[in-house]
């Protein structure tokens, strides 16, 4: 990591920042551990984790994927414990992760909120659209990649269909790992039964309800939106789907699971 110094000119340092929390969402969803690298201008390296008590239970479809439970915050600090301290080392520093801009910077800057502290993040190089750009992950990559060949016919709907259909039998034979059937490659693959909407503009929580997934609403639910809001949305670029589960919000009828 200290060779990063010497490849990238750095005007001050440089922080790779990693969150776990206790779900997807920074507005009800809390930070559960943090680690930190910090590398300054010099090549200088220091590195900082800690578990973090959310203050909420940890579901335990979560705990599977972190290996952190509920027995194992009880006695961490509290996110308002060390805020100030990770605040004035996070202050005139540019940030890198995998995705942070759009997951642990979110949650950041939610969590400093809750704290009374307004964190604006420096600069962002993140390395996950960074690997995007260099790794794209369209038709024509894929089937350079699994059939072996360009895609020449790109974006012309029957030579597309085809090179689709040719890469689903070329990844069965190559992974036999994969299921067999439809069903159980879409379960595997698109674990979306949370979804209300065939856009996942609406989700179902843990608790049954149906929040918002997406712009400043995220997390929210839905028969907690302001009606003004929602009326707004009706009149923005949405499907007929989205404002037709909007338009029965405003008329207090809210979906059942």
Not at 49 to 70: K, Q, T
Request: contains cysteine; proline residues 5%.
């Amino acid at each position: 990591m200290k060779e990063l110094a010497t490849l990238l000119t750095l005007e001050r340092p440089l922080i790779s920042v990693d969150l776990e929390t206790t779900g997807l969402f920074p507005n009800v969803d809390r930070i559960c551990q943090i680690g930190v690298i910090k590398l300054y201008p010099n090549g200088e390296i220091k590195e900082w984790e800690s578990l973090i008590n959310p203050g909420i239970p940890i579901p335990g479809h979560v705990a599977e994927i972190h290996h952190i439970n509920d027995e194992s915050v009880r006695d961490a600090p509290r996110f308002a414990h060390i805020a100030e301290k990770l605040y004035y080392g996070f202050k005139e520093c540019d940030l890198t992760g995998y995705n942070c801009r759009n997951f642990d910077v979110r949650f950041l800057v939610e969590e400093f909120r809750r704290c009374n502290i307004t964190f604006k993040p420096g600069r962002i190089a993140d390395s996950f659209h960074i690997f995007k750009y260099y790794n794209p992950r369209n038709l024509s990559a894929a089937v350079r990649q699994y059939l072996g060949r360009d895609h020449t016919e790109a974006h012309s709907a029957l030579p597309d269909a085809k090179a689709s259909m040719e890469l689903l039998e070329a990844l069965l034979r190559q992974h036999p790992d994969l299921p067999r059937e439809v069903g159980a490659l879409e379960r595997r693959f698109q674990p979306d039964g949370n979804n209300l909407d065939s856009e996942g503009k609406f989700v179902w929580n843990r608790e049954g309800e149906v929040v918002f997934n997406f712009g400043k609403m995220r997390g929210t639910k839905l028969k907690s939106c302001d009606k003004q809001y929602l009326s707004w949305l009706l009149q923005a670029n949405f499907s007929n789907e989205i404002k037709t589960i909007v338009q029965d919000a405003i008329l207090g009828k809210y979906p059942r699971r």
